[in-house]
T-cell receptor, first 110, second 115 residues
Framework: QKEVEQNSGPLSVPEGAIASLNCTYS??????FFWYRQYSGKSPELIMS????GDKEDGRFTAQLNKASQYVSLLIRDSQPSDSATYLC??????????FGDGTTLTVKP | DGGITQSPKYLFRKEGQNVTLSCEQN?????MYWYRQDPGQGLRLIYY???????QKGDIAEGYSVSREKKESFPLTVTSAQKNPTAFYLC??????????????FGQGTRLTVV
């Protein structure tokens, strides 16, 4: 079993729709959770971090965490073509290990 | 401006050679990481370090070595024991919930090719 698993893509949504990206993790000791965006050929960039159960909103992005279910998600509202990228979920343990999922590629069609 | 710098951007290695990838940060972050990314795949953790003079193996450490003699620097050596080293290598630094909030930055990456 992989430590971090993301829903297999690719995911395609029309412009203006909500994109939903999901991630599950296996280590119950994980404390910090991150979503990164990676454009083709570029380095990942951090877009959201979440530490407590519930929702965290930042502009058009909402991260959701459920530690009991070992599940974290990212919602992108009013999706734009510029949101087309690969989204990476990362899980960080108290021991300092930071593990990534394989990513989900999102395409937003105009 | 603070940031994280990797060099070189492109590197070619002959069979049997060791090569060292540089990673330098001026963000004052304690934690630093090395990842490998193969085409169409996610990031796999090679090594990580939480503090100077200490580091831990990640999930794919075989054939790699690191050092952390200074807070700012975390070089990665790809040894001849690494059988399939051609990949995109990414260095990152992390500061959890610091004065400026959570900060995580990646370098621009090094593309290593075995020739």
């Amino acid at each position: 079993q992989k430590e971090v698993e993301q829903n297999s893509g690719p995911l395609s949504v029309p412009e203006g729709a909500i994109a939903s990206l999901n991630c599950t993790y296996s280590d119950r000791g994980s404390q910090s959770f991150f979503w990164y965006r990676q454009y083709s050929g570029k380095s990942p960039e951090l877009i959201m971090s979440i530490y407590s159960n519930g929702d965290k909103e930042d502009g058009r992005f909402t991260a959701q965490l459920n530690k009991a279910s070992q599940y974290v998600s990212l919602l992108i509202r009013d999706s734009q073509p510029s949101d087309s990228a690969t989204y990476l979920c990362a899980v960080h343990t108290n021991a300092g290990k930071s593990t990534f999922g394989d990513g989900t590629t999102l395409t937003v069609k105009p | 401006d603070g940031g994280i710098t990797q060099s070189p951007k492109y590197l070619f290695r002959k069979e049997g050679q060791n090569v060292t990838l540089s990673c330098e940060q001026n963000l004052n972050h304690d934690a630093m990481y090395w990842y490998r990314q193969d085409p169409g795949q996610g990031l796999r953790l090679i090594y990580y370090s939480q503090i100077v003079n200490d580091f831990q193996k990640g999930d794919i450490a075989e054939g790699y070595s690191v050092s952390r003699e200074k807070k700012e620097s975390f070089p990665l050596t790809v040894t001849s024991a690494q059988k399939n080293p051609t990949a995109f290598y990414l260095c990152a630094s992390l500061n959890l919930r610091g004065a400026r909030g959570t900060e995580a930055f990646f370098g621009q990456g090094t593309r290593l090719t075995v020739v």
